[in-house]
């Protein structure tokens, strides 16, 4: 996340944070009792928020999963403490008991999410190593560093038996793989300089608008070839039905063609 602005007021408590009212439009970290103002951010980490967000959400309304991504949503790492990540993954069914709690959205304790992703900038400093420590304290599955400025992508997860973060790097070039959702690979290049959304968004109406159009000449070409297929059957039958009106007639002239035959 962006550099950090310590609010000089008193110490908080985690419940007074949850209905603190400070500037509009304007997202406030909590840590150790300080109230932390966090700027506004830069356009390309905007974009990187977004372009995770959105590739999220169709990786999970593809695969049917109860799941949601999510910004601006607080997680409580400590007992005075609550960070902002850039991007929250958690089940649908959490998201919703927080939309229902007064305040401001924070994930408590008990509420872990399954992934946490924080995307740097000149304060790289608490991603990689303060905040890391919270997130792997509270036993976060899974956090991503986005490092525009590296550049990189850290991936930090938990092996099976072992009691911390490990980590994995993918560079430019590479894919990056999430540990939660193996089926999950985007680009790295991609991620650290993504399109807008919705020029994605136009892109894949344009390709549904296409399809769309090749399942309806597909249609009419299926109505054409059945319609052939009647008046093949048609003149097959009226055929038939006009030997049999000439068999019936020779028969009636005393001549059997099955016996000629």
Known sequence: MTDMILIPTQQLTFKEYLDYQGESG??????????????????????????LVYQFRRFFAAHNLPLVAVVTTAVRTEENSARVPDVVICTHSLWEQVCAQPGSAVLDFE??????????????????IRKRAEYDLIDIPEYWIVDPNQPKIRVCSRPENEGSYSHQEFLPGQQVHCVQFAE??????????????????????????QLEQQNQELEQQNQELE??????EHQVNAERQRAERLAQRLREMGIDMDSEL
């Open 184 to 209: 999950f690979i985007l680009s790295v290049n991609q991620v650290l300089s993504p399109p807008l959304v919705e020029d994605l968004i136009r892109e894949e109406e344009a390709q549904r608008q």
């Open 111 to 128: 509420e872990k999410p399954l992934l946490v992703i924080e995307v740097t900038s000149q304060n790289w400093r608490d991603d990689y």
């Open 26 to 51: 304007v997202c406030y970290e909590l840590y150790r009792g300080h109230i932390i103002e966090m700027p506004t951010p830069t356009a390309i980490h905007i974009k990187i928020c977004e372009f």
């Open 227 to 232: 319609q052939q297929n009647q008046e093949l």
